[in-house]
């Protein structure tokens, strides 16, 4: 177990600088407090009823001290707190732009060349990348706990974010504001590419992994999709029910909708259910899901289909 | 606390003053009620604003006796407008200062 | 037993009436705080079973026990009820109203029948909560907009109870302010007030003050779901970010209205215990006045990362940083007091130490929460949620413990059982630690608040939480039962058993009807312990 | 009030010089919440009166200005009553006092009548709270001051009877005076809502 989350990237180590400061601050008055009441409580237990004690009913020189002090402490915190918060607030002008969706419950990224990401943000390591984000629907925080960043995305404006990765890797992205049923499942990865693998990605050629992709069988192209577009953020593949229906066993089966009719699970309904998701939505679940259209090709939805035929 | 508690008892305020206060509020409503037909562009809402909180301060004066009242009454009276004018004033400086972008 | 029947003064008990109706329409203030004891208590209860079953769920990281949208439902529950059922009427209430006629020579509050109009006040929005039930809010305890706007399960309701719960608590506020100015006794000048009285007088302002806003804020909300008013909806040209700013305009003093009275509490206990005069009177005395006026101007440190301008947020950390100074000042002069004391471990007392002790962590930890950077990386996480419930159980609710073993002879006119009391306090500060203080290291590493499910990595400091919340609950357990047994088999309580100075120990216990045979004559203050030089 | 099946009532040992001024103090403190209820709508009113100038200035012409400024005179006068049936009632004159009240009533109704003439009108243009964020603090403001009118109206109604049953005299008028007070705030949130919604838009 580690102490706090690795340092990715530029604003992390600063961020870390004040949790510091202001833990080693606290450290010692915790300390010094614990250290004096535990002292005073054994040392002067009652031992016999008749005690006397000494009337004794302030100090105005220690009163002075003690406000004072903290006062000057507190007084350099803030200070810190706020140079660090006005780096993180204030992106470099040569950032790379990339807007960010959040919605119920997926991430959604838009880079400068055309090319769009779910749940996945390819960025390029120590180059500084400045967020765009917006929500059509309610409140959601995009938090990266190995950058330090945070911010909370507001239906009807833009906000932003910046950072530099300082790292190779793969981080988590959490939405930290909760908004709703799937606010849990609501994470994706950051992806931090080295130049050269960036160039790769940024050029469309979808180099290494994604070389094979179009040879992949469909069923496996199917269970990339699942994971890599977020479907398994509310579709569980064990049976269990989370957002939405779980995918276990669900094809071929007949499922009871809204109204009380019934619908069999085949090609067609996963299509309709994926491209215009609330047409029919099955009964117990919210309507909430939203629409995959123009982000999956038909490929992509015929692997899917090929792939939940497999989850039996 | 309660050593002027007899002046408040006996205060009556005579109809005579009543009828005057009465008279300068309307000849202020009137005021304010001419004036906004008249553009002066920002200036329209400070005048506004002045001339209702003049009558304001105008009826809590003398119709409410606030001046006869003893100071924790008055801290009462104006405490909750200095919280009125941080809630305005801190939401304003917020929602205006947000930087834009793109 | 005594005999009653000497001639001129009899003492009747304020308990002595029995049947409900002496309860529900009784304008006495101890009644009414009894009535609010139990109220209060019972959703404290309630709502800590809530908690048990969050944190049971949150034993794995997967959903198993409940699915999301109950989870959802079950800690908007527990914030809701813990909030405006149980901690802020709270020991304002419960205690203020038994003790605060009694602690300045007071026959009554001023407005006997407004207070107990506040009670069904109170009443009626438990009412209105409890309908809305039938299909709860999954919106927590903030009603953030969008989500509580579109939200379909049932917001109106729920924020209508609190609405409707907050004129309770304008109203109780107002009386005790108006009581605390004309009611005290000839004598009982403000620098002779016992600090529980500052402390109440300091909260009741708040009261009056911060709640009218989260009222108006809430009815916004309402009319923003049934009429179709935009102010906090982007797509009407409102502001969501406005709603915040709204709501935590009351919520942040909301915070010194549950903790304030808890402060008074301790104020009174130490010195007792400590058979010391408080150490530096007026220090305490204005720093409950200064937190109160401060917490009006500190609100948005609950927004850092909200969407906020820069510039509210550089000058909302600085004022946060402000409200330190006095609540530190508070700590040291509790902790001063001890010296040279001649001091007994009793079980009020020990409440009183796990306060200073964990309040101390609960304020620490706040200056990581005020800071802008640090903010902007523990905000909305676990660590949020442990700084939180630092101060409210390790303080508020510590404070409210503190109160119930210290007047619980004063009040009822029985003992508990004091080796059972001391177990009980023992298996809470212990649950309370083990369940809450992992949950900064959660938070540091990022783990987000209000994860039905979360990853793998942070399952063995959540499933060690859940551990403690087990021994917290017993701990809870084993006290409610110790203290409803004194009530039926304890022994008698003497007038007054720990020897203090402070008025209400003066009058029999359980105090007469109209607390005092005479309206006393105060001459000194009432933590004049030790020997004058 | 007047609840008779109060087991015991504390408020007759309480001094009356005591009583009147915690009645006042207290009242005082309620109208400070008041303000603080109406403040939520008098922030938002700034915030998007700032934002969208254009919307309250084109809109607020909807509003009818006459019949907000009669309701302004009406409003004024009725304060003025009231006042001086509080001056008649601490000097002893029932009558008065009771005339006076009446005609407070009185003008309170007359608000409420052409509050009602302006609904009508605002909804048979179809104008209603979801219009436009102008229009939601429209009818917001006044609605919630309209029930505040009611509120006052039905003070003074029992104010008035008790006056009538001659229950109030030149040494017991608390809750004339009180009760005063409240219609005074009624008054003085219709001073500030008047121009802001009328006037200036």
């Known amino acids: ?312 | 606390m309660s050593t002027q508690s007899h002046t408040e008892q006996n205060h009556i305020t005579g109809n005579k003053t009543y009828i005057i206060v009465w008279a300068v509020l309307m000849v202020m409503t009137a005021v304010t009620v001419y004036v906004s037909y008249i553009n002066f562009g920002i200036l329209n809402i400070v005048i506004a604003l002045v001339v209702a909180s003049i009558k304001a301060s105008i009826v809590a004066l003398y119709f409410m006796h606030l001046k006869f009242e003893d100071s924790i009454t008055w801290v009462f009276a104006l405490f909750p407008l200095s919280l009125l004018a941080l809630l305005i004033g801190m939401t304003i400086t917020d929602t205006f200062t947000r930087t834009i972008v793109p | 037993m005594a005999n009653h029947t000497i001639a001129h003064d009899v003492y009747v008990p304020f308990l002595e009436k029995k049947g409900i109706w002496s309860w529900l329409l009784s304008t006495d203030h101890k009644r009414i705080g009894i009535m609010y004891l139990i109220s209060i208590s019972f959703f404290f209860l309630v709502a800590g079973v809530f908690a048990l079953m969050l944190r049971y769920e949150l034993l794995t990281p997967v959903s198993d026990f409940v699915q999301p949208h109950t989870y959802n439902v079950l800690f908007t529950l527990h914030g809701s009820i813990m909030v405006f059922f149980f901690i802020v009427p709270g020991l304002a209430a419960s205690f203020g109203n038994f003790l605060i006629p009694l602690m300045i020579g007071a026959p009554d509050v001023a407005f006997p029948k407004l207070n107990l109009g506040s009670y069904w006040i109170y009443l009626l929005g438990t009412l209105i909560v409890l309908i809305a039930l039938a299909k709860p809010a999954d919106t927590g305890w903030t009603f953030y907009t969008p989500y509580s706007a579109t939200t379909d399960t049932d917001v109106v309701l729920i924020t209508l109870g609190v609405f409707v719960l907050g004129f309770s608590s304008i109203l109780t506020g107002l009386n005790f302010i108006v009581t605390i100015h004309k009611m005290r006794a000839p004598g009982m000048t403000w620098h002779r007030l016992p600090l529980f009285i500052w402390a109440s007088y300091a909260t009741s302002v708040l009261q009056l003050l911060a709640t009218p806003v989260v009222g108006i804020t809430l009815l916004l909300l309402i009319t923003e779901r049934t009429l179709g008013v935009g102010f906090f909806d982007p797509a009407k040209g409102g502001d969501p970010v406005l709603f915040q700013n709204f709501f935590w305009f009351y919520s942040h003093p909301a915070v010194y209205i549950m903790i304030i009275p808890a402060m008074g509490v301790i104020s009174e206990i130490i010195p007792v215990f400590a058979r010391k005069p408080i150490f530096g009177y007026k220090a305490i005395a204005y720093s409950s006045l200064g937190i109160a006026f401060i917490s009006f101007l500190v609100w948005a440190h609950h927004m850092f990362t909200s969407g906020i301008s820069d510039i509210a947020a550089t000058i909302f950390s600085f004022l946060t940083f402000l409200v330190a100074i006095p609540t530190a000042i508070k700590v040291f002069n509790w902790t001063a007091t001890l010296y040279k004391g001649s001091i007994h471990l009793h079980s009020a007392m020990l409440y009183a130490l796990a306060f200073v002790f964990l309040f101390t962590i609960g304020g620490l930890t706040g200056l990581f929460l005020g800071a802008l950077a640090a903010d902007i990386h523990l905000h909305d996480t676990y660590f949020v949620v442990a700084h939180m419930h630092y101060v409210m159980i390790g303080g508020t609710v510590m404070g409210f413990f503190g109160a119930l073993h210290f007047w619980y002879p004063k009040w009822f006119g029985r003992m508990f059982n004091e080796t059972v009391a001391k177990i009980a306090w023992l298996f809470i500060f212990i649950g309370f630690n083990v369940t809450f203080f992992p949950q900064f290291f959660l938070g540091v590493q990022g783990m987000p608040r209000r994860y039905a499910t979360y990853p793998a990595e942070f399952e063995s400091l959540m499933a060690l939480s859940t551990y403690g919340s087990w021994i917290l609950g017993a701990g809870i357990f084993i006290m409610t039962v110790n203290l409803i047994a004194g009530l039926i088999n304890g022994e008698k309580a003497p007038q007054n058993p720990y020897g203090s100075l402070s008025l209400e120990w003066q009058v029999p216990s359980p105090p007469p009807l109209e607390n005092f045979e005479e309206i006393p004559h105060v001459t000194d203050w009432s933590y004049g312990y030790g020997k004058k030089k | ?201």
């Open chain 4, 1 to 201: 009030m007047g609840d008779a099946s109060v087991e015991h009532s504390h408020g007759h040992h309480m001094d009356p010089a005591v009583e009147y001024s915690s009645s006042k103090l207290g009242m005082w403190l309620f109208l400070g919440t008041e303000i603080l209820l109406f403040g939520g709508l008098f922030a938002a009113y700034a915030i998007f009166r700032a934002k969208y100038p254009e919307m309250f200035f084109e809109q607020h012409v909807e509003l009818n200005k006459k019949m907000g400024a009669v309701n302004t005179c009406i409003l004024i006068f009725s304060s003025l009553t009231m006042a001086m049936g509080v001056s008649a009632i601490q000097r002893g004159k029932q009558k008065a006092t009771a005339i006076l009240l009446l005609i407070t009533i009185l003008c309170g109704l007359g608000f409420g009548v052409v509050k009602y003439f302006e609904y009508s009108a605002k909804f048979h243009h179809h104008i209603y709270p979801d219009t436009s964020i102008f229009f939601s603090l429209y009818f917001l403001m006044t609605g919630l001051h309209m029930l505040h009118v009611f509120i006052g109206l039905a003070i003074l109604g029992v104010l008035f009877a008790l006056t009538i049953k001659g229950k109030f005299t030149a040494k017991y008028n608390t809750p004339v005076e009180v009760g005063g007070l409240y219609w005074h705030l009624v008054d003085l949130i219709w001073i500030y809502l008047f121009p802001l919604l009328y006037l200036i838009g």
């Open chain 1, 1 to 312: 177990m580690t102490w706090i989350p690795e340092v990715a990237s530029n604003l992390a180590s600063k961020v870390d600088g004040v949790l510091l400061l202001i833990t080693l601050l606290s450290l010692v008055f915790f300390i010094l407090i614990t250290v004096v009441l535990v002292y005073f409580a054994i040392k002067y237990r009652r031992k016999r009823e008749d005690e006397e004690t000494p009337y004794i009913t302030g100090s105005e020189p220690l009163e002075i001290i003690w406000t004072v002090i903290p006062s000057i402490l507190l007084i350099v915190l803030f200070v810190y707190g706020y140079v660090v918060f006005k780096d993180m607030r204030t992106p470099p002008k040569d950032s790379v732009e990339i807007t960010v969706q959040g919605k119920q419950w997926l991430w959604t990224f838009d880079y400068y060349n055309g090319k769009k990401t779910i749940n996945e943000l390819y960025v390029q390591y120590n180059r500084p990348v400045r967020l765009v984000m917006e929500a059509p629907d309610v409140l959601h925080s995009f938090f990266v706990p190995a950058f330090r960043v945070k911010q909370d995305l507001v239906p009807g404006r833009y906000t932003q974010l910046w950072f530099t990765p300082t790292k190779i890797g793969t981080f988590d992205i959490f939405c930290a504001e909760y908004c709703g049923t799937g606010h849990s499942a609501m994470l994706g990865k950051v992806i931090v590419l080295s130049p050269e693998a960036y160039e790769i990605w940024e050029k469309g050629v979808k180099a290494d992994e994604d070389a094979g992709v179009a040879s992949l069988p469909p069923a496996e192209l199917g269970a990339k999709i699942y994971k890599e577009k977020g479907c398994n953020a509310c579709h569980s593949l064990d049976g269990s029910t989370l957002v939405g229906p779980s995918f276990k066993g669900i094809f071929g089966h007949t499922v009871e909708l809204q109204d009380g009719s019934k619908v069999d699970v085949d090609e067609n309904y996963i299509r309709e259910s994926i491209l215009e998701p609330q047409a029919q939505v099955v009964k117990g679940f919210a309507p909430v899901m939203p629409s995959f259209k123009g982000i999956l090709s038909d490929e992509d939805v015929t692997a899917l289909v090929a792939y939940i035929k497999t989850l039996k």
